[in-house]
């Protein structure tokens, strides 16, 4: 976990201006930090140190200083290639997978992208070829957004760095904030804030010695390769290559366990290479129905891992709600960002600064519940779209017309009409296989893979899932559909896998999704300090009058209002803290 900034191509690249960026996300590496001007650019850095930590100090350079980086992630296969350089005569200073970068692209330019295994942002700059990319990993693991500025661009890993640049302008942008409030999270590439967006999954931006920009695309997700189904001998050899690369580091790690199955299958693959040292980390809840530790205790009893617990109740909301919006820079309605939360903060207690997860099966797999109980009964394909949109719409139209004023509405266009258009390269797929590209490509880096950054970059920590390897990424995508729902049972491949280990009665129970009794804490513990926040928000975006009416008749019981005040609240708080 690090932190980059920079500018490219600006009418005054100064590097105090790029140190002030860096300074508003020190947390996501609090051991060192750096900027330099590198020709037209100014490359910033803040550094979690995980590998090689006295001699990867960034911007790094080649040998003859030609070719300069900012990097932010980790190349899981950097060992390999480093062999290979060093064959042909390139010679290393360090252990960091960041050397490798600089090296790899004088000798293979932009054709090094399909050498990468891992999750990964970086810019480099070739003073000596004149030209430069900016990067980011496959799947969207690790985030980067841009924003024009003096003449040129800045980019960051936080929406915040780039707010910190004099003349950044914090404006809303409404199509972002209604789709926010439809969909529980804005969709990438936009943001809620105008004129900043994310740089796509899979994707670069070339330079040229004109500091043009040309846009590429350097990886695909298959969703239109031809099925396959390998067996779990084949699949177990991929996934224990994947934990070998990633749990190389030279720091303290452990594991997040759910107690789902996803999480699991990390931890029996953790298990094998990490023999009687492994120790994990589990919510647990003072909220009966809630908690999913004892599930989490029967796999670390079998598989012989310590356990503790991570501890959440209403107390901390209040507080970690003003920390969960400070740090992820956007509105939304997903309060298992405060569970994210919380496990960072028990790692970073027990000096824990990489953390394995089970991030991945449930959107490659169909793995949400929402997705199998729709999906039961919907055959035809525009019928299927439609109904999926409803299941996840969090405000229909006339929620949201009740509670966003005029201001917002006469600026926007219907969130369907944009969800529609984000299907639309995948129709030819079945509608099954329509939503998991849906989710793969939107949900995934726009809301699931973000609690896992953010939340554990506030408290300087690495997550690590094996099932996001894009080269699992791609096994799991090939895999015919029978193989992610068979009999209403998704993630099917993954939990035959799973039942040669675990029990069926473990592995085939209902899925337990990470949440809060939030909704509960609402009517009784919390609805002061609901009330307080509804009631004084901003009155020319939100209708005050109606989100307190919606909150009370959530009090009295008259109505489930638990997903659209969640929404609601979390979007007050970002006024109050942004604006």
Not at 477 to 504: D, M, N, Q, W
């Amino acid at each position: 976990m690090c932190g980059l900034a920079g500018t490219i191509g600006t009418s005054n690249p100064d590097p105090k201006l790029v140190e002030k960026m860096v300074e508003t996300i020190m947390y996501r590496g609090p051991d060192e930090w750096g900027v330099k001007r590198h020709g037209p650019a100014v490359l910033g850095h803040a550094r979690l140190a995980v590998v090689d930590p006295e001699n990867g100090h960034q911007p790094m350079f080649n040998t003859d200083g030609t070719v300069g980086v900012v990097f932010n992630g980790e190349i899981y296969n950097h060992v390999a290639l480093r062999e290979e350089l060093k064959k042909k005569g390139y010679v290393f200073k360090s252990r960091c997978d960041t050397e490798v970068l600089v090296h790899l692209w004088r000798e293979e330019g932009e054709a090094m992208l399909q050498r990468l295994i891992g999750m990964f942002v970086f810019f480099l700059w070739d003073e000596k070829e004149q030209r430069g990319v900016l990067v980011r990993d496959h799947t969207g693991i690790k985030p980067c957004y841009v924003m024009e500025h003096d003449g040129g661009w800045a980019f960051c890993s936080e929406i915040k760095g780039l707010l910190a640049l004099p003349g950044a302008k914090k404006e809303i942008n409404y199509n972002g904030l209604v789709r926010m409030f439809a969909l529980n999270y804005c969709p990438p590439p936009d943001t809620c804030f105008k004129n900043i967006h994310h740089l796509e999954p899979g994707t670069y931006w070339r330079f040229d010695s004109e500091l043009k920009i040309t846009k590429h695309r350097y990886w695909e997700w298959p969703f239109f390769d031809e099925r396959h189904t390998p067996d779990f001998d084949e699949f177990g050899a991929l996934l224990r290559d994947a934990v070998r690369m990633q749990k190389d580091f030279d720091v303290k790690g452990g594991l997040y366990l759910s107690g789902g199955i996803d999480s699991s299958v990390v931890a029996k693959y953790l298990a094998e290479q990490w023999p009687g040292r492994l120790e994990a980390i589990g919510l647990d809840f003072p909220v009966e129905g809630f908690s999913e530790y004892a599930y989490s205790r029967l796999v670390a009893d079998q598989l012989g891992l310590g356990l503790k617990p991570a501890m959440i109740d209403h107390t901390l909301i209040p507080e970690l709600a003003e920390k969960v919006i400070y740090h992820t820079d956007q509105p939304h309605g997903d309060f298992s960002f405060f569970l994210f939360y919380l496990l960072a903060s028990k790692a970073h207690g027990e000096d824990k600064i990489v953390m394995f997860t089970g991030d991945g099966p449930d959107e490659t797999l169909f793995g949400f519940n929402h997705n199998v109980e729709f999906f039961q009964n919907t055959t035809r394909t525009n019928f299927a779209l439609r109904a999926y949109y409803n299941v996840i719409c969090y405000m229909d139209d006339h929620l949201r017309k009740r509670l966003l004023r005029d201001t917002v509405h006469k600026h926007t266009q219907d969130p369907f009409d944009y969800f529609e258009k984000s299907i639309e390269p995948w129709r030819d797929l079945q509608p099954i296989e329509q939503i998991i590209a849906y989710e793969c490509t939107q949900l995934m880096p726009g809301n699931n893979l973000v609690k896992g950054d953010r939340m554990g970059a506030c408290w300087s920590t690495e997550g690590r899932s094996p099932f996001m390897d894009h080269r699992v990424i791609e096994l799991f995508t090939r895999l015919p559909v029978t193989e992610k729902i068979y009999r209403g049972i998704g993630k099917s491949y993954l939990k035959k896998h799973a039942a040669e280990v675990f029990s069926r009665e473990f592995v085939y129970g209902k899925k337990r999704m990470p949440t809060t009794p939030i909704g509960n804490w609402l009517q009784d513990p919390l609805y002061n300090w609901a009330r307080d926040l509804l009631a004084g928000t901003n009155d020319d975006l939100i209708n005050t009058q109606e989100a307190v009416k919606l909150l009370d008749e959530h009090k009295a019981g008259k109505a489930n209002h638990t997903r659209p005040l969640r929404t609601l609240l979390m979007t007050a708080l970002w006024l109050k803290t942004f604006f």
